[in-house]
């Protein structure tokens, strides 16, 4: 992948001066040795997660950026934590729809917002939220058989 040039990637994220861009690389940092099957993506994504925390107030609900909300769940399911990824997923959605006239949020970061939260609580068992959110991505984008099969398990 062109984009994973994780050398190039690490020096970017230690010359970066503002936090959420230190999460950005952080991230694609954890994407890139995912995808590769390397396992130093988790401690990336932890990486990514406690930048976030630490310095973007994401936990704010008032704050009207929904981006590092999806990028902290994000790295929680990735990093097979499910119960945490639900939470910050919802944080996510509640954003996206509470500020959805001021936030530049694509219609792609929205259905994978959905799509994902619904595959947290799937992966919890959580069944009843699961088949919520996967029906309501079903609804964005269409039939796909993988969702529908998830959420036919659900029943």
């Not at 990093?79 to 996510?92: D, H, M, P």
Request: proline share 1%; net charge positive.
């Amino acid at each position: 992948n062109p984009n994973c040039d994780i050398k190039n990637l690490k020096k970017e994220f230690k010359k970066s001066k503002v936090q959420i861009t230190k999460a950005d690389y952080a991230l694609r940092i954890a994407d890139c040795y995912r995808l590769s099957n390397d396992t130093n993506y988790s401690n990336w994504y932890k990486t990514a997660i406690e930048t976030h925390k630490t310095y973007s107030s994401c936990d704010k609900t008032d704050r009207q950026q929904s981006k590092p909300l999806f990028q902290i769940a994000i790295s929680y399911y990735w990093l097979g934590n499910y119960q945490q990824s639900s939470v910050w997923f919802e944080k996510a959605i509640i954003m996206q729809n509470k500020y959805s006239q001021n936030l530049a949020t694509s219609k792609i970061e929205k259905e994978q917002t959905i799509y994902y939260c619904g595959k947290s609580y799937f992966n919890i068992e959580d069944f009843k939220n699961a088949k919520k959110y996967l029906s309501k991505y079903l609804q964005l984008k269409g039939d796909t058989l993988d969702v529908n099969l998830l959420i036919q398990k659900c029943n």
